[in-house]
């Protein structure tokens, strides 16, 4: 009755699309007609070309908040409103709302706007949103971040893909908050563009499984062969994107070329201060007076990036575990000074000393409680088990039609985008009888019949530290077998022991946090310096890395587990490990841990003590 176009209701359907004209038409009271019907308040409305005059052209925010809301561009005349409104909800982090089409039906230059659960609304740039419309980047919504801590933290689902599109929000904030109080860095609008992508793409080359499958790779690999590590798949997948003609012309339209493509790969895989010294190995992308630029996404200077800012922030919101650091006040006292060998570098000022220690205690949190948690390790390691076993015989159509393996497919940009977390899927309907041992695992893993935790030790005083060594576990684990006494060698036996160990360290790499950081004050803001550990009353302590080996038994009966907790203190003792184990004196029947006499098979009502 008010004459008004009605509002659209939200929908969860993954893509809505509602021509408004048509459910206009059917309103004869309708804002497209010529009449002007009273609103609400008794006042006549306005004709839609005094609304157009109005309201301005979109993109402004009014207008923008506007369309959304109405479901067409204020800037249209009655005969073009043909316009149409997507709204696409693909996870729980991020809502997709594409901005309408003007007039002639082209997009306007604003980019599309996003929802997401950690950063609230952001807008996308309109080359960003083309490379998350691509089929490399659509992959992330298969890789859950946390790979497989999902098995223990229900709400920890998310995924690579907002991850990835959050980290490219903070990058643009950073870059654009540094141009603004310095012009004086000349950052152009190509830089921004290039660090926006790079903090996009940074993620392409993630495997299944989060860092897993890294260890399954390497595990498989023939020796002689390089380390595999993500970034490089990433610059792999980035490459292969490129090589739709369509993204590369607007990549070209929007001025960037081969030596900022170059850059984008740089900013992926980080770029060391050590870099620059050797000819080569230093960037090519951008020469040293903008080295700081590349300590925004990966920062291999002090590990102060805002890909740590992002997962802090996502994974403590999905995992329920508070994060203290505050990435909004580093952001804003950022600046770039030049330093001491030449390069340019980001300095927070001198008060942000102690959200530093903030940072690196929250990543230290979330190691300890959610990352390398003693449930979420023995996943890994059962998963590790499945992967290998299905190895031999799990094929992925890669260039050419080559039929590879899950490990040979890492180098296959083809056969990647198809390598996702379904990969578990695929092996669990698997016809071919080879595969029943992975999915006689993959059956335990559902069914939650995993590998009983022992204990865990960490090197003493006097203690070797270089037996937590992957390389030194399987020696170890034929010591801790050979401890096993002989009247129990058929409960449990070498081939029962499964070892992992669990890394923490308090800053970057085993140095203190702010060892690589330079400061500066607003009494002398041209100026930076190094504070020492000593002068920082905190509570982190100073750096540091934190080891322990964790053991864990096949059999899940309560004598297996006692058996090798028993071995387990023996070995311990031996080498001069801290032992934690995690049952009781290891011989001791259950029925000793019942009450005497016959008491607990009594019936009937407890007594009610006053004084108890």
Known sequence: ?????????????????????????????????????????????????????????????DTRRHSIESGFAPSQS??????????????????????PRGRGGALPTSGRLFNDAVHGHIEVDPLCVAIIDTEQFQRLRRLKQLGMASHVFPSACHHRFEHSIGTSYLAGLMV??????????GITDVDVLCIKVAGLCHDLGHGPFSHT?????????ESGTPVWEHEMASKMMFRHMLADKDLTGQFTARGLGDRDLQFIEELIAGVSPTNWADPKTAPIGRSKDKSFLYEIVANKRNGVDVDKWDYFCRDSNHLNIKAPFDYRRYLLSARAFPASDGLWQICPRDKEVESVYELWNTR?????????????????????????????FVRIPGTGGAMLSMSEAVYDPVAYTKLTDDVLLLIDIGVDPKLKPAQEVLTDIRRRRLYKFVGKALPGANGDPSRLQSSQLPQVRKEIADCISPSDAAVVKEGDIVLDVINITHGPGKKDPIEALRFWSKDDPHRIFKIRPEEVNHVLGQGGEE???????????????????????????????????????????????????GAHEKSGPIPFDPNA
């Open 364 to 392: 230290s949190r979330l190691h300890r409680s959610a990352y390398q948690h003693k449930t979420v390790k023995v996943l890994e390691r059962m998963l590790l088990e499945v992967l290998s076993k299905a190895e031999p």
């Open 547 to 597: 080891s322990r080996l964790c053991v864990y038994c096949r059999k899940r009966d309560l004598t297996s587990k006692s058996v090798l907790a028993e071995a387990f203190s023996v070995w311990c003792s031996k080498v001069q490990y801290e032992c934690q184990a995690s049952v009781l004196e290891p011989s001791t029947p259950m029925r000793a841990l019942l009450p005497e006499n």
């Open 1 to 61: 009755s008010s004459g008004l176009t009605p509002r659209l209701p939200r929908s969860p359907i993954r893509f809505l699309s509602i021509n408004v004209t048509q459910i206009a038409a059917r309103r004869p009271n309708s804002r497209h007609t010529q009449t002007r019907p009273m609103d609400r308040r008794g006042k006549r409305g306005v004709s839609p070309e005094e609304e157009d005059t109005r309201d301005g052209l979109f993109p402004t925010p």
């Open 176 to 185: 654009e908050r540094l141009r603004d109080v310095q012009p004086e860095l």
């Open 213 to 221: 499958f890294e260890l399954h790779v390497n595990a498989v690999r």
């Open 78 to 99: 009655p005969g073009d409103m043909r316009q149409e409104k997507r709204l696409r909800m693909d996870g729980p982090d991020i809502c997709e709302e594409t901005p």
